[in-house]
């Protein structure tokens, strides 16, 4: 179908953190199945932003730092994009509940310690 939907910042930071429930109803009128890809920004310990590129029909997550993808992160954001998932289902706002896979591609290193919020831009632009 080709749609892509942008996730805005704050929910794509509440899905990464853990904290979307009890206070915020965070992508529930969202039928993603709807959808062939979501991408969004997260801004990593409030410091940092990182390129999240969702794919429902695969369950995949492609997640991309451009001062590198550690493994502890990727763990981190799979897990938590799960636990958001079931979450999701459980309250009805989604029809089923997805699995996800946080997947790593090949890309450069940034070289300085200011323009991952440009370069995160120019990657999702690429996509």
Same mark, same amino acid.
């Given at each position: 179908? *080709?749609?892509?939907?942008?996730?805005?910042?704050?929910?794509?930071?509440?899905?990464?953190?853990?904290?979307? #429930?009890?206070?915020? =109803?965070?992508? &529930? %009128?969202?039928?993603?199945?709807? #959808?062939? &890809?979501?991408?969004?920004?997260?801004?990593?310990?409030?410091?940092? $932003?990182?390129?999240?590129?969702?794919?429902? =029909?695969? *369950?995949?997550? &492609?997640? !991309?730092?451009?001062? *590198?993808?550690?493994?502890?992160?990727? @763990?981190? !954001?799979?897990?938590? $994009?799960?636990?958001?998932? =079931?979450? +999701?289902?459980?309250? *009805?706002? $989604?029809?089923? +509940? #997805?699995? $996800? =896979?946080?997947? %790593?591609?090949?890309? @450069? !290193?940034?070289?300085?310690?200011?323009?991952?919020?440009?370069?995160?831009?120019?990657?999702?632009?690429? !996509?």
């Amino acid at each position: 179908n *080709g749609k892509v939907f942008v996730v805005d910042v704050a929910a794509m930071n509440r899905i990464c953190n853990g904290v979307y #429930y009890n206070d915020a =109803k965070v992508l &529930t %009128k969202l039928d993603i199945a709807k #959808y062939e &890809t979501l991408i969004g920004a997260y801004h990593s310990n409030g410091n940092h $932003w990182v390129l999240l590129v969702v794919e429902p =029909k695969f *369950g995949n997550i &492609t997640y !991309i730092d451009l001062s *590198g993808e550690s493994e502890r992160c990727c @763990s981190l !954001i799979e897990k938590r $994009w799960n636990v958001f998932s =079931k979450h +999701q289902f459980l309250c *009805g706002y $989604w029809d089923k +509940q #997805y699995s $996800w =896979k946080v997947q %790593k591609k090949s890309h @450069s !290193i940034q070289r300085d310690e200011c323009s991952c919020g440009i370069l995160v831009m120019k990657f999702a632009e690429c !996509i």
